[in-house]
């Protein structure tokens, strides 16, 4: 059975710093892993998602990287803004053409003006 | 563009009263559909998931039950509330990319 984890829990960082979300797998045999980013009593919004032969996806400030062997996953954040404060979730899909997500718990970022 | 719909957006319900929550897609055809369930301290977990009218699949055995009675509508019910069921239910779409986007979610609190 698939499990996802997420370390920290929750992080807080100063405006204008670098910071990078982890995001760890126990079955390296996904079909493609997704980043979400959750505000408070809101939905979930995508972020990015890699594909299992990709390593890496950018979109803006944001880079995702992928390393299936050893079942990680990292979401680089660059010159974080207070607007960025929210839960990062990652899912992982395993087999191909399942749809079926598995999730972690999520890393609540608070990024203090 | 696609669109996700929920309603409603917060309800609070007595244990034992049905329920009855609705999710349309707007901008798509033929989506898979997903109901999850958020509950405090805990991942988001899969309920259900359709890839076509009439087909669903059940992920967790529980007394909530799914119907997708047209394309692009989906249908999370309940004869009977119990506590347990509070929480935050999400719906969410994805098409031939895997990529799934999700709804606004509903606040569910059973008293």
């Known amino acids: 059975k698939q499990e996802v984890t997420q370390i920290p829990a929750a992080l807080s960082v100063p405006e204008g710093e670098n910071l990078v979300l982890n995001c760890s797998f126990t079955?390296?045999?996904?079909?493609?892993l997704q980043w979400f980013r959750q505000d408070p009593g809101k939905g979930l919004t995508s972020l990015l998602l890699?594909?299992?032969?990709?390593r890496e996806q950018t979109s803006g400030r944001l880079n995702a990287s992928l390393d299936k062997s050893s079942g990680r996953s990292t979401l680089y954040i660059a010159a974080s803004q207070p607007g960025d404060s929210a839960t990062y979730l990652c899912?992982?899909?395993?087999?191909?053409?399942?749809?079926?997500?598995?999730f972690g718990k999520g890393t609540k970022l608070s990024v203090i003006p | 563009s696609q669109t996700i719909h929920q309603w409603p957006a917060t309800l609070v319900q007595p244990v034992g009263s049905p329920l009855s929550l609705e999710c349309t897609v707007e901008?798509?055809?033929?989506?898979?559909l997903y109901w999850y369930r958020q509950a405090a301290g805990r991942g988001l977990q899969l309920l259900f998931y359709?890839?076509?009218?009439?087909?669903i699949s059940s992920e967790v055995p529980q007394n909530l039950s799914a119907s997708r009675p047209q394309d692009r509508q989906f249908i999370l019910s309940s004869k009977k509330l119990l506590l347990s069921d509070s929480g935050f239910y999400l719906c969410?779409?994805?098409?031939?990319?895997?990529?799934?986007?999700f709804g606004p979610g509903t606040r569910l609190t059973v008293l």
């Open positions: 969410a779409w994805s098409s031939g990319g895997h990529e799934q986007f």
């Open positions: 079955d390296s045999a996904i079909y493609n």
């Open positions: 890699i594909q299992s032969s990709q």
């Open positions: 899912a992982v899909e395993s087999g191909a053409g399942s749809y079926q997500l598995t």
């Open positions: 901008g798509t055809s033929n989506p898979n």
């Open positions: 359709s890839v076509g009218i009439g087909q």
